[in-house]
Each structure stands twice: as C-alpha cells, then as structure tokens.
C-alpha cells in the first residue's frame, strides 16, 4: 500500500483545490486514488483469478481435457429433429412472424401506467409505455420492463393452497360459502383487506360486497402507498384531493424531500415534464431550476441545481421559513424563498412521501401563498375509490382482530404480515381469525399464515381497469390466459357477490357497458389504452389559512441517528423482489445491486469510526463492514455503506428486503434485510434515536458496480469524459465542451495534426457511409436521471441474462448499458452526473483489428457488428476497448432449460452461450426490420419510425437515436448543438454516440 | 562416429514430412466434406412428416400457388404453416373418407393441432426474412428447389453460410422478374442481361457484413 492511501477526509478539499480542472470523481476511493486502486483499476478482470479458489492440479487438468477431447466429439452431432406445430384455426390479423401490440395498463401502488405490450404469436415479450397514456407519455420504467419476467417467473404461485396443502379452487368456494351464509345475517366479521384500488370496477364490486353483508368492513393497506401526502392534502384542504403537478409550467421548482422523477405513480411524466425545460439547446435563454432539500440523495437530487443535504427533520423548518412563518435557518433558504417570490404562478414546492402530513400541507400553503395552485399545481378528486387513512384503516383491522371480532379474513393482494408496521404485529393478530384467505402472486409470508392461499393474475394475465395519476382509465386487457392457473381480485369479489362463474371480462365489461360504453366505444378504448376524457376534471381544493402545527422540532433535542426509511428504489415495497432483472438492476445513486445497506453519509462514517482509512481499495466496492443499528428498541445487524452528500446524522434504509417466501430469488439469492423490523406506526419513514455501531464482524460482500469496467479515472476530469457548466457559462461559451475536446485533440500524443481537424492518418480502410444510412446516437446529460429504465429496456429486448450476486461482485453483470454515475466536488455534498454508457460503435472501432476469427466487424450503417456464433472468447476487443462496453459470458448464463423462461425471450434476438462476447448493438434487430419494411414499399425511413430499446423507454427523452446521413432528423440536429461533444476523442475512434455536456442553472445568490 | 541411422531413414523422414503436410490436409479435407455433406446440412433428406404431404401433386398437379398456404410469406420474416382450416378448405369436400387424410380430420375435429417436422431449419443464431427476398425478386426456387417436383418435401439446397453468400455476393446470378417469383419453373432466357438490369431496378444491394443475418 502506498503512503497516498493514508490520505483522510479532512485532506479532501486540500486535495480538490489542487486540481487544475473541477476534478470529477466516481466514489470516495477514486478520489483517494492509491496507487492499489490504480492497480485494480487497470486490471480489466481483476477478480477472474479468483473463480478457480481451490486451483487444479496436474492430474485433474489431464483428466478434465481427456474428457473434453472424448466428448468432442460428440458436439458435432446433427441438430436435433424440430416440429413446427401451426394453427387449426388461424386467428385473423395475425400474421406470423410479426409482432401484435395491444395496449394495457400496469399498476404500481394502484395507480395506473399506460402500456404498449409486444405479443409474439400470443406471448407478450416487451413492455413499451403507451404515448397516449398521460403517466407514461410512451416512457417506460424499469417496473414495467421488469414485470415481463415477473409474468413468466416459474416461481410464481401454481395452486390453489389450503393450510400449505394443494387445493383447488372450487374447494375454496365451497369452503368460503358456510363463511358467508353466516355473513348473511351480520357481516360484521367479515373483513375484505386490499392495497390502495383506483379501479372503478374492483371500487364498484367492494361496494356490492359492502351492502350485501351488512356490517362487514373493507380495509386498505399500501406500505409505500404516499399516505403522508394524502393526510397532507386533506390537513391543507379540509379535505382528500389530489394534486397534480405540471413541471412543464415551472420555472423554480423546491423539492422538500421529494423523488418525484424517480418514485411515484407519476414519475415519468414528471420527469418528462420537468426536463422540458432544460433542453438547453443553441440560443436557449431560459432554463428552469431545481432546488432538492433531501437526506438520502435521490434521482431528483442529482438533478438538482442546488442540493442541500439536511436531516429529514429539518425540512419541516426550512418549509415555515419558505412560507415566511419562521426564521430562515440559512441563508440559502431565503434564496431560495426571494426566487419563489420571483417566479409566482411559476413556481412548484413539492414534499416527499417521508415527510409527515405537516409538511405537505406546508407545501400547499406556500404554492397557495405564490399563487401556483391553479397555474403549475391543480387539484382533482381523489383518484382513489376510498381515500382513507391507510394505517388507521389497518389499525383498525388489527385492533378487531386482537379482540376476536374478525371471523373471516379476505386479504386481495398485497403482504401485510411481511409489509405491516412492525407494532402491529399483524401476523400474530391473524391467528385469532378463524378464516383467512389471501390472494396473492407467490405464496408468501402472508400465504403462509392463510388457510387458503389463491395464486394472482399477473396484470398481463387478466381484465381489470384503473385510474391514471389524473384519474384517466384504462381498461387493462390480457395478452395471455393465466399461466398458472391464477385468479383476479374481480372474480375473488365475484365469489362474495355471488356470482361464482362470472368472468373478470364480463365484469369490467358489463360495469362500462352500465355506465354508458357501447361496442364501439369499448373497443376503441382498448386500442388506445385510455379512455378519452375521464381525467378527474380540475376542481379548487379550496384554500386554507390554516397553517399546521409544528409537529417535529429541528431535530436538535433528538439524540442518535436519524434513520430514514424509504421503498427500495429496484424492487419497491418486497414486492419485485423476486424479480431477479430488478434484483441486478443498479441501484440509482448507491449502484448496489442485490442487497440494501445502510447508508450513511463521510462524516457519519467517521464518527462511527468507518474511515476510508480502513478501506482496502481493492475490494472497496466488493465488499463492506457490518454494523449494529439500535432503533426503538429493535436492534438489527446490517451492511454500512458511505454515499457522498447523505446528510450529516443522518441515516437511510430502503425497505423491501429481508423475505422470507415468496421465491428463491426474493428468500435465499437476493436477501438483504428486513428493514420492516424499524417501520412502526407512529414513525412509518423513520425518526430519530438511532444508534450505529461499528463490529468486527468479517466484511460483507457487496455487489456494487460503479467501479467496473471504468474508464481511467484521470480521464474523466482531464481529459472531458463528463463535460458540465453552469448556464450563464454556456450563455457566455457555448462552446465549452468543444474546447475541451479540441484541446484534447491536440494534446493527444497519437496524432499530429492540428487541433480540431479529423485526422486522416490511420490503419483503417475508408468506409464510405454515404449511400447507407450512418446511425447514430445523442445522449444529452443534462437531461438524464440516472432511472434505468433504459438499462431494464435493454435487459427484455436484447435477452441479457443475470448473473447474481457472487459474479456482479467478480465484475460480471451482462448489462450492455451501463450509467456510471460521476461527482464533483465536495465529498460531504457533491453534484452528481448521470452518464448512460452503451456502445459507442465507433467508425474506427479499436474492437475490431484485434479479433483474430473475424466476429467482431464493421457494418455498412457503421455499426459494429459483433457475431456470437464467430466469437472464440479471446477477449481481445474488450481488452482493446476504451469505453469497457464489452461482456464476455464467463459461463452458461442464459437459462436455456426451465421451460417458463423460453417464450419470454425475444425471438428476433439470439440468447448467447457460454464463451461469448456481447455488447450494445444499437438494437440492429430493430433497424434491420425498418429497413426491410422501407425497402419493401421502395421508400426512405422516416426519422421516429423506430428507435432503440432504450430511447424508447428513457422518460425524459434523454437519448435520442437515428441516422445521421438524414439530415432532418433529430439526431443530426442534436449532433450539431455546441455542447455536443464526444468521449475520448483524442483515441480517434469517432464515435456514433456522443453526449450533449450538463448544463446546470444555479442561483447566482447561492454559493457552492 | 558410428552412423546411427540407416540410410533409408533420409526417405522415411522425408516422406513422413511430406506426408504429414498432405494427411493433415487430407484430414481437413475429409471434415470440409463431412460438414458440407447432407449428413450434416440435411440436403435432399426427406421428413417423415404426419401426414404424406406432397408438394408434387399439389403445387405440380393441382397448380396451387405457394400463397395459399404460406400466406405470410410477403409480409413477414417467417413464410407460415397453414393452419388446419386451410387444408379443409378443398378436404371438407375431397378425399373427405381418405385414410391418410385421418390426422388432419381429427385436427379439424378436436382443434389439436398438426405436428408437422421441420425441413428447413437455420441456426437460432441466423434470421432470415422471407418476405424482402420475395420482394427483391428471389424466387421460391432459388432457395426451395422444384417443390412442385418433390413427392415428400426436403432441403434442396444446402444452407450452409457459404451458400447464403454465394448470392449475397452475386445477386444478379439469382434475381428474377418479381412477377416470376412463385413461378418455379421459370428460367430466365438471358440472365447475364436480366440479372444485372434487374438488381438495378429492384435495388438490390450486396449485403454481406455480419449482422445482416446474425444479431
């Protein structure tokens, strides 16, 4: 280990005011940068070795080749006889061969995002958002990606179970009708238990149910379900409403806490609205702002123009000084209050989901106050079918059940035993009900404390409707009968209504048809997967003088940590944690994949006596020190992990790990810790009192990627990877990042030629790309929100396979695209960069002259090809690639065998074996099929016919792709905007994806 | 010093240096052909397939056109099966008590489908479009041989990348007029003429880098 190692914390500004350039940094280890972490940097595999731990002597190498050479071969066997098995009767309007898209709906906390779903020969494939759909805009999230896999998951409940036992589900009526004879009279015992329903259908069958059993009572739980801006609302107004934001109409937007673009069931639109106004393009003069006032640093956070890490207690404050009613704490706070005032009716103030009900209401009054309610935030009924206190109705429920009140217990999806708060104690109170059925995808904790466990449709498997974040419908259609033999919410009703063989079709059928809808309204609705105008109309929410209450002081009397506890941004409450694509997934900000942690801030980390001193660079990223978090009297034993800009005592958890059923994945492979221990019903998101201890327990491995396949970290500030400037900078120098790359240009030690003039010497025939078309692509930073919908919508369409665990920790993820994440500045609050990395298909690609078979080459479009059935596995052209945009299969990943997983694939897409590379291919299975779409009807592409997986998913239109020798499109449009610029040029290996810089706009008023 | 070697092993050690150049290109020889034989490309074998279908009476004979049944041979990458209807389209009211015909009946009847074998098969790894072939001005033949001469269908052609590219590279030995696509006897009088003037108005291009068939 070198001396530098011994580098600490407090020599960080130091050693950032030494640096010619804003230096950007990826993790605090990097900006220690040893020479060990330079080492483990340069290695491109640094952990391969240790795959073959107990080593292969003489004898055994011998016998393993003897065996190989036997068996050889046998490989060369003849393909195995294939059937083709075609229609009896062919459904019309389908043509084989060619995919089907029909529009539905997914629902996430209840509430509705549009879909577009790929259906090959009846099997849905990919997940695309529906345009037409107000919360998707044709975005998708990686929710909606992932939830393909989590239709096919062999996992997935199979049977009707009662007391563990296969049952069936005629056993299951029958059992329930004694139950309900004895309802009949007074229904008092009879509790139905849902998550939050918008669906007018689902709303109107519980009423039935309501009425037909006097006395019997419906209770709503949804652990993430926004309860604290629903109480908000209703202190502010008097009353439920819904607000609805339009970021699109504002200049100055102050988030208190809130991830808006990156939780919620309107997060893509938001997203997609917001960054409206910060496409900074050549001769842009406006540009909104972004202030984020959070704990945990969020998607939005990142985003920010100005990022204030405070402990969540804090916020409540910071809000009665922006409403005026309370001294403002900082000077920044009347900053930002003057620009509020500055920007009245174009201003929106928004509270997080963690923050308590006062603080929403704060929100409200200030956007009363400013007068934007009515011009950037409107109200509309509730899109709920009951709004409701969700934890008192679930109170409610446990208090009736402990006095032996409840006789019979209908819970319709959702996990109350695992995702009820911790004092509740749910599980113990179901005992006491003499009949419990639950309805739920897997058989979970729940499950298991049920008489009778009902496997649940997948969305995709069923008729259903649900409102939108505006209350617009969509009636949600099946694209596959139920795998595996599951049941909807709407037939489980039908049961208790009464009617034992009513479909779930002719239930959301007959509801539309009773209210109005004819044939051929009906299916006009579902081709268009909304219902045009049944958005909620715009209402006054009635405005309030009232100011609440303070509720929480500033947290200075508090003792300990404050913990913050927040949904798991990849498999939300626990319920995709059996979704191994989620489970993979980076998490946006920690990049941990796999596993939660607690996370802590540098200077938490110090006080616990976790020092980056301690840290081996090596296997920093790798792996972590256990820690011991006493909180309200629970004490528990988890991971530590540092997050730069995390606020000072403060701490964050993300809930939703820590299953006990419900899958391999979820239970064994994808564990974590149940974070559910520390969620009680007086503190659902936390509070203070924590108290972190540091063990000595062995490290804990971590799956992080940030660190791999990294470009060299001396790249990034000096030589441009990451380009920013504020905007009155790029008012001044649009230019910037092209200077920068011009400079480089002339730096380089490969080239002579002056500066900025494409260098003509080099080893590569001339391609001449004219005739063709020349793909390209644009991705533009400042608009990026680090999401990874597109890294998930690039996992359906390109068939990636998982990897788990111990191989992302040996640098093995499959993902083609990555999104590195950069910070700058002070580790104690830095900005943060988002940077999507796919392929860069360079012209002069350095993949392409070191394959010694050939399998990677050069198209006519510029694509680089790369042939899976020529690849050897030599691994040269990842080794020869700067960008570190390759992936090799080290073994058999693909799951070729469990039957469920095969009619999932992409069948326009080969799954790789073992011992091949792969990487981005600009989707070319898409572009070949437009191109011989254009050439059959003998005509040009029009820019926007198709696009790649992840443009198509990216909510903020952050990546924009398409032919460059089009001259009108929009990506060669982009390609001429000043702050485009390329990475690593110097390398001259002229890239096709370039990236426009990160433009942020700070208040001038604000320092640092 | 002795001699250690007899004379005679000069012509041994030549001829086994010799020889080892020419056995081992023997040997490369013999697998070149082994993977180029029908063994491995399944060239002109014929499928037992569930019922004796035969190209030869129906397309030779009866003069159906290849789109009756593989309708979606101009629109998509796959040429299509016809589902059972299609055959009992004409077999509701022919050979309605055939013995042979049982399967397609009782298909007909149950709504299980034929499980026909597959005669055609390329690697998962290559996808191929049938419909821009068509479009360019392929015909069936070109790729298919005389369907209309085969009793029990089989792979005329060996499909192996080889021979993909041996009109990939030269398109305008294959091209046809596209009114003669389906037409499988037809044979162009002039084609040195026809080809290239053909590939000009079609505008064939020579597509040969690799992720024209393998993404």
């Known amino acids: 280990m070198s001396d530098e190692k011994s580098l600490t914390y407090s020599d960080f500004r130091k050693r950032i005011g030494d640096v010619k350039h804003p230096e950007y940094w990826r993790s605090l280890d990097e900006l220690m940068r040893s020479e060990v972490f330079d080492d483990f940097m340069h290695d491109e595999f640094p952990r391969q070795a240790a795959a073959l731990t107990s080593g292969v002597d ?645 799956a992080c990627v940030q660190e791999h396949q990294s470009i060299d970290p001396k790249d990034v500030g000096e030589r441009g990877i990451v380009q920013s400037a504020s905007f009155t900078e790029f008012q001044k120098d649009p230019e910037f990042a092209r200077e920068r790359e011009r400079k480089e240009a002339g730096e380089s030690e490969l080239q002579g030629e002056a500066a900025g003039e494409p260098y003509d010497q080099q080893m590569y025939p001339p391609y001449d790309y004219s005739k063709q078309h020349a793909w390209g692509m644009v991705i533009d930073t400042t608009v990026c929100t680090g999401c990874n919908g597109c890294v998930s919508a690039c996992q359906a369409e390109n068939n990636i396979s998982v990897v788990g665990k111990e191989e992302v920790v040996r640098e093995r993820e499959m993902h083609w695209l990555r999104i590195d994440r950069y910070y700058r500045g002070n580790p104690e609050n830095p900005e943060t960069f988002h940077m999507p990395v796919p392929c860069m298909q360079c012209e002069t690609a350095p993949c392409e002259p070191v394959c010694p078979v050939g399998a990677t080459s050069h198209s006519i479009d510029g694509l680089n090809d790369m042939t899976y059935n020529r690849c050897v596995g030599t691994r040269y052209c990842s080794n020869n690639c700067p960008y570190k945009v390759r992936h090799f299969n080290f073994f058999h ?52 016919e198709f696009t790649t997986a992840c443009a198509q998913a990216c909510p903020t239109d952050a990546i924009v792709f398409g032919d460059l020798n089009d001259k009108s499109s929009r990506v060669a449009k982009l390609k001429q905007e000043p702050t485009n610029y390329a990475l690593l040029p110097g390398l001259n290996t002229r890239p096709r994806t370039t990236y426009l810089a990160t433009v942020r706009n700070p208040n001038p008023e604000i320092r640092g | 010093m002795a001699q250690i070697f007899h004379r005679s092993a000069n012509t041994i050690s030549r001829v086994t240096i010799f020889g080892a150049i020419f056995i081992a290109g023997f040997i490369l020889w013999v697998i070149g052909g082994i993977v180029r034989s029908p063994y491995f490309t399944n060239q002109g074998i014929e499928r037992e397939q569930i019922v004796p279908f035969s190209h030869q009476h129906h397309v030779g004979g009866l003069g159906i056109d290849c789109r009756y049944c593989h309708t979606s041979v101009e629109t998509s990458n796959f040429a299509g099966i016809p589902p059972t209807s299609t055959c009992m389209n004409c077999h509701a009211q022919i050979w309605t008590s055939a013995q042979l015909l049982e399967p397609v009946r009782s298909s007909y009847a149950t709504g299980r489908p034929l499980i026909w074998s597959r005669v055609h098969r390329l690697p998962d790894y290559v996808h191929f479009n049938h419909s821009i072939h068509i479009s360019k001005g392929i015909g069936c033949v070109s790729c298919h041989g005389r369907v209309d001469k085969m009793n029990l269908t089989y792979q005329a052609m060996p499909m192996t990348m080889q021979w993909c590219l041996s009109c990939h590279r030269a398109p305008e030995k294959f091209v046809r007029p596209r009114n003669e696509v389906f037409n499988l006897a037809y044979e162009s009088p002039n084609q040195a003429v026809d080809g290239p003037r053909l590939v000009k108005e079609y505008k064939i291009q020579s597509f040969t880098h690799c992720s024209t068939c393998h993404y």
């Open chain 1, 58 to 702: 003489r004898r055994d190498f011998m016998k393993l080749m003897g065996a190989s050479m036997a068996m050889a071969g046998l490989v060369a066997c003849n393909q195995p006889d294939q059937k083709i098995v075609p229609y009896v009767n062919q459904p019309e309007n389908l043509i084989p061969g060619k995919p089907i898209f029909f529009a539905s709906a997914m629902v996430a906390g209840g509430l509705a995002k549009g879909v577009l779903v790929e259906s090959h020969m009846g099997r849905p494939t990919k997940i695309e958002g529906n345009p037409d759909h107000p919360s998707s805009l044709g975005a998708s999230d990686s929710f909606m990606q992932a939830s393909i896999l989590g239709l096919y998951d062999p996992e997935r409940s199979q049977v009707v179970r009662r007391l563990g036992e296969i049952s069936t589900y005629s056993e299951f009526l029958g059992a329930l009708q004694p139950v309900l004879n004895a309802a009949r009279a007074n229904g008092s015992g009879l509790r139905v238990l849902t998550q939050t329903i918008t669906s007018p259908t689902l709303g109107n069958q519980i009423q039935q149910v309501l009425a037909q059993y006097p006395g019997s009572k419906w209770h709503q739980w949804e652990p993430a379900g926004g309860h604290n801006a629903r109480e908000g609302a209703r202190l502010a107004f008097g009353g439920y409403v819904n607000p609805v934001y339009h970021f699109d109409q504002a200049s100055v937007v102050v988030s208190l806490g809130s991830d808006f673009m990156g939780e919620g069931p309107a997060h893509l639109r938001y997203a997609r609205d917001f960054m409206s106004g910060r496409r900074v393009r050549r001769g842009s003069t406006t540009m909104n702002r972004l202030y984020a006032i959070e704990s945990m640093p969020t998607q939005t956070g990142g985003c920010a123009d100005h990022r204030f890490p405070v402990k969540p207690s804090e916020i409540e404050g910071i809000a009665r000084a922006l409403l005026g009613v309370a001294p403002a704490p900082a000077s920044w706070v009347s900053a930002i209050a003057r620009d509020l005032q500055n920007n009245r009716g174009r201003g929106i103030v928004i509270a997080g989901d963690e923050q308590p009900p006062a603080v929403h209401a704060l929100a409200h009054a200030i956007n009363q106050a400013l007068g934007n309610n009515g011009a950037t935030v409107t109200f509309t009924d509730p899109v709920e079918v009951a709004p409701a206190n969700q934890l008192e109705s679930l109170r409610e429920l446990v208090t009736d059940m402990n006095a032996g009140r409840v006789s019979a217990l209908i819970v319709l999806g959702g996990n109350p035993v695992f995702d009820a708060p911790a004092d509740f104690d749910f599980r113990a109170a179901t005992d006491k009900v003499p009949f419990r059925a639950h309805l739920s995808p897997y058989y979970d904790e729940t499950s298991y404390h049920a008489h009778w466990h009902i496997p649940e449709t997948h969305y995709l498997e069923t008729w259903s409707d649900a409102r939108a974040h505006d209350g617009t419908v969509t009636i949600m259609q099946p694209l596959i009968a139920p795998l595996y033999n599951g049941r909807s919410a709407h037939e489980i009703l039908g049961a208790l209504i009464g009617g034992l063989d009513l479909s779930p079709y002719d239930t959301v059928r007959s509801y539309w048809f009773s209210k109005g809808a004819n044939e051929i309204s009906w299916r006009k609705w579902l081709n268009d997967g909304v219902i045009a105008g049944s958005a909620l109309p715009v209402r006054t929410a009635g405005a309030s003088g009232a100011i609440p209450p303070a509720t929480r002081q500033s947290g200075n009397g508090a003792t300990g940590v404050e913990i913050e506890l927040r949904p798991d941004p990849t498999i939300h409450d626990g319920r995709f944690a059996n979704n191994a694509w989620l489970q993979e997934l980076p998490k946006p900000v920690t990049k941990i994949t796999w596993d939660n942690v607690m996370i802590i801030g540098p200077a938490l980390a110090k006080q616990i006596g976790f020092d980056a001193d301690d840290r081996d660079p090596l296997v920093n990223e790798k792996q972590t020190r256990m820690v011991d978090v006493e909180y309200h009297g629970v004490k528990m034993r988890m991971p530590v992990w540092v997050v730069p800009g995390h606020a000072e005592g403060a701490a964050t958890v993300f809930f939703g790990y820590g299953r006990e059923h419900g899958g391999a994945v979820a239970s064994e492979k994808g564990k974590g810790f149940n974070i559910y221990r520390f969620r009680f019903s007086d503190a659902l998101s936390g509070g203070a009192g924590a108290r972190i201890t540091l063990t000595n327990d062995p490290p804990y491995p971590i």
């Open chain 1, 893 to 944: 990943y693909a799951d070729y065998d469990t039957p469920a997983l095969k009619p999932m694939r992409n069948p326009d897409v080969t799954v790789r074996t073992r011992g091949v590379m792969e990487k981005c291919t600009y989707c070319v299975q898409r572009i070949n099929a437009a191109k011989i779409e254009a050439e059959k009807a003998d005509r040009p592409i029009p820019d926007g």
